[in-house]
């Protein structure tokens, strides 16, 4: 029975180390694009896309903001993948920002130059897993100390 109990809560204390690694994995992602290359670019397209789910009780607003850059002799267009709240005043002041034809510093990830960003930005996604996982090992570190002690 101890050892059935052992290797059940054995699995259960991996899902605090499992959630901060995801967190700082995407923590990682979120963030990398700053120490990538910086080029100049352009806003090419920047408008609200509006979108509704559930019979129209969700709704949300999305900027959609697209912008060229040339890198190695080469011309590219890419939609920024920007963090909005989804409200529509967020969308408004995201677009505010990017006007069409501004001129804008991109970041270019330079082994290749197809990846690149408009801006870095921490969301909350990344935040809520670091944090939750930090939450959950604590637990699982004082449940693993009772339940050693259960066995001793």
Not at 60 to 75: C, D, K, M, V
Not at 88 to 111: F, W
């Amino acid at each position: 029975m101890r050892l059935v109990l052992l290797i059940l809560f054995g699995g259960i204390l991996l899902v605090g180390p499992v959630l901060l690694v995801l967190g700082v994995k995407l923590l990682y992602e979120e963030l990398r694009p700053r120490w990538w290359k910086k080029i100049s670019g352009t806003i090419v397209k920047s408008e609200i896309k509006h979108e509704t789910a559930n019979s129209g009780r969700y709704q949300q607003y999305l900027p959609i903001i697209e912008y060229t850059y040339a890198s190695r002799n080469a011309t590219f267009r890419k939609t920024a993948n920007l963090y909005s709240p989804g409200t529509l005043d967020g969308a408004i002041s995201k677009t505010a920002q990017y006007p069409v034809e501004a001129s804008v510093t991109i970041m270019v990830n330079p082994q290749n130059p197809h990846q690149s960003a408009l801006e870095t930005k921490v969301t909350p996604a990344s935040c809520f897993f670091i944090v939750s996982g930090l939450l959950f090992t604590a637990l699982e570190l004082l449940f693993r100390a009772e339940l050693l002690n259960f066995f001793v």
